[in-house]
C-alpha cells in the first residue's frame, strides 16, 4: 500500500514539472511576456505543410529573418504586437482547411497571439511604435495585400516559423 502514495506523489511531482516547463517567459525589449513557444511551434508545424506545399508565390517573401533582425532595440514590443495583430486580423479569420486539425491548431494559434497582444502586451507594456517600425509592418501588409486573398493567407501561415524562430531569440531560460 506505500506504493500508491509514492506514485501519487510521483504523478503529483511530473505534472507541476510538466506544466512549468511548458510557459517560457519572453522579454520583449522591456516587455515581459508568458508563452508556450513548444506548443506554438506543435501548432504551426501541423498546419505549415499545408500551407507551404499550397503556396503558388514561390519568389515572393513576406516576412525575412532580416526585416526582423533589422528591428531597433526598443521597436521590438512593438513590432512583434503589430506582426501579431496583423495574423489576428488579416491571416487567420481567412485561413481555410478542410482538415479539422489544421483549423484546431489555426484557432489555437489565434487565440495565444490574442492573449499575447490583448492581455499582456496591451495591458503590462507600453510599446510605444516609430515611423520606421510601423514602415515595416505596412510593407508586409503591402506585400500581403498584393497578393490574391486565399494565396496571401497561405503564404502568411507558411512563414509564420520566421516569427516564432524570432520569438525564441527573447526567451529568457536560454539565457
Not at 94 to 106: K, R, V
Request: proline share 2%.
Amino acid at each position: 500500500m506505500k506504493t500508491l502514495p509514492s506514485i501519487c506523489l510521483l504523478f503529483l511531482a511530473l505534472c507541476c514539472l510538466t506544466e512549468e516547463a511548458q510557459s517560457q517567459t519572453l522579454l520583449v525589449d522591456s516587455c515581459s511576456i508568458s508563452a508556450d513557444l513548444q506548443e506554438m511551434h506543435q501548432h504551426h508545424s501541423n498546419i505549415r505543410l499545408n500551407a507551404i506545399t499550397e503556396d503558388e508565390e514561390i519568389g515572393v517573401k513576406l516576412l525575412s529573418k532580416r526585416l526582423m533582425e533589422d528591428v531597433q532595440d526598443g521597436q521590438r514590443c512593438c513590432f512583434l504586437r503589430l506582426v501579431l495583430q496583423f495574423y489576428i486580423d488579416k491571416v487567420f479569420p481567412s485561413y481555410l482547411s478542410s482538415h479539422p486539425q489544421n483549423q484546431s491548431s489555426s484557432s489555437s494559434l489565434a487565440n495565444t497571439f490574442i492573449i499575447i497582444v490583448r492581455k499582456q502586451m496591451i495591458q503590462k507594456c507600453h510599446c510605444l511604435c516609430e515611423q520606421e517600425t510601423q514602415k515595416k509592418v505596412d510593407s508586409l501588409l503591402d506585400a500581403f495585400n498584393k497578393l490574391e486573398a486565399s494565396k496571401a493567407v497561405l503564404k502568411a501561415v507558411g512563414e509564420l516559423d520566421t516569427v516564432l524562430q524570432w520569438l525564441q531569440l527573447f526567451d529568457q531560460s536560454l539565457s
